[in-house]
């Protein structure tokens, strides 16, 4: 069912922010991959199927909550990416 897809992206994001706040990166770009994937097939299942009339309040409750993981998510990886992008501009200065 098409709801189901929206209820595994909400379990994707929020292992995808327990990652992030354990700062396991690794796992964040898996599950991030893994969010991608769902995405793409929830696009192709909802040009053939609807959602029914009682599953798009939880259908927006899930949005909800994806859109508050997703939130806290940026806030955690922030310094990572802060970071990341100090160290490759230091190996680039070291390569000119």
Known sequence: MLIDYYKAIEDSSAKMRDAAQAEDWDEVM???????VLIEQLRHKSK?????????SEKH????RI???DAQIRILVEPWLTYVERKLDGQRQLLH
């Open 30 to 36: 898996r599950f991030e991959g893994a969010c991608a």
């Open 48 to 56: 053939s199927e609807n959602l029914l009339p009682e599953q798009r």
């Open 61 to 64: 409750r899930i949005m909800q």
């Open 67 to 69: 859109l508050q993981n």
